[in-house]
C-alpha cells in the first residue's frame, strides 16, 4: 500500500477508523470521509491525511470527495465504500416503516451506488484501482430476527459489487464485496445493548464463538486493496467467523 491513495468512508469509527489506521500503517495516503466531524478529523490526523466531511447520500458530496482526494493526491487507488447505518426501527417486515427502509437504503445501498459511480472515472483513467464494498454475511443467508431493509441493502451491495468486478475487470479495476460477520464495533454494541436476548441469539450462531473486531475485517480490506488480490474480483469475500457455513455450530 505504500504510497497509494485510499478513500475511506464511514472512516470516523468502527470498521473505517481500523481500516484507515492499517492502510497508514502500511504507507498508504488516507482520505477519510464521515459526517462525523471531529471523529473523521481524528481519525484523518492520526492516519496522516486528510478528512472530507461527506454525506453519502448525497451525490454533490460525493463527488466533491473524489475530487478534493484527486486534487490533493493526483489519483485514487483504493475506494472503500464503508458508510452503513443499522436503526432500531428497522426490524420485522412487519413492523418497518417506509422511513426507516428509505433510511437504510439511501445510507446503505444508494451511497455505495453513487461513490462507484463518481470514483470509477479516476480509476478508468489511470487504468487500475481496486474497489471494496461493505455488505455482510447477510447478503447470502437468512434470518428470522430481521432487520429488513439492513438485509435488502446487503444483498444489493453484493449483487452491485459482483457486477461492477465484471464489467470493469479488463480495465483493470477490481470490485469486491466484503461481507463480514457480526463485528464488535460501536453500532453492535449499541444495538445489542438495547436487546441482549437478540445478541445471546445471534452469537450461539458464530463458530468461532465471538464476533469480529474491526482490526480483522481491516486486515480483510487491506489484502482485498493490495496487489496480493490481484486475481480476485466480482467476489463476496466472507470474513464470519464461519457463521454462513454452519450447519450447528459446536459445544
Given amino acids: ?60 458530496e460525493v463527488e466533491a470527495l473524489y475530487r478534493a482526494a484527486h486534487d490533493a493526491y493526483g489519483r485514487i487507488d483504493v475506494a472503500f465504500n464503508n458508510a452503513g447505518v443499522s436503526p432500531p426501527d428497522d426490524g420485522s417486515i412487519l413492523e418497518t416503516g417506509l422511513d426507516a427502509w428509505r433510511r437504510v437504503q439511501d445510507v446503505n445501498l444508494t ?17 487500475r484501482g481496486s474497489i471494496i464494498n461493505t ?46 460477520g457480526p463485528v464488535n464495533t460501536p453500532l453492535l454494541r449499541e444495538l445489542f445493548a438495547k436487546d441482549p436476548e437478540r445478541a445471546a441469539r445471534r452469537l450461539v450462531h458464530v463458530p468461532a464463538g465471538r464476533f469480529a473486531e474491526a482490526t480483522e475485517i481491516a486486515a480483510a480490506v487491506a489484502f482485498l486493496a493490495s496487489d496480493d488480490a490481484s486475481f480476485v474480483t466480482a467476489a463476496e469475500f466472507l470474513v464470519d467467523g464461519g457463521i454462513s457455513g454452519a450447519y450447528v455450530t459446536p459445544l
Avoid: W
Wanted: net charge positive; proline share 2%.
Fill in 135 to 180: 455488505a455482510s454475511f447477510v447478503a447470502v443467508m437468512g434470518a428470522a430476527t430481521s432487520q429488513i431493509s439492513y438485509t435488502a441493502s446487503k444483498g444489493g451491495v453484493l449483487a452491485m459489487s459482483r457486477e461492477l468486478g465484471v464489467q470493469f475487470a479488463r480495465e483493470g479495476i477490481r470490485v469486491n464485496a466484503l461481507c463480514p
Fill in 1 to 60: 500500500m505504500q504510497d497509494r491513495v485510499a478513500v475511506v468512508t464511514g472512516g470516523a469509527g468502527g470498521i473505517g477508523l481500523a481500516t484507515a489506521r492499517r492502510f497508514a500503517a502500511e504507507g498508504a495516503k488516507v482520505v477519510v470521509a464521515d459526517i462525523d466531524e471531529a471523529g473523521g478529523k481524528a481519525a484523518a490526523a492520526e492516519a496522516g491525511g486528510r478528512f472530507v466531511r461527506t454525506d453519502v447520500t448525497s451525490e454533490d
Fill in 111 to 127: 451511497s455505495v451506488y453513487l461513490c462507484c459511480k463518481h470514483v470509477l472515472p479516476y480509476m478508468r483513467a489511470q487504468g
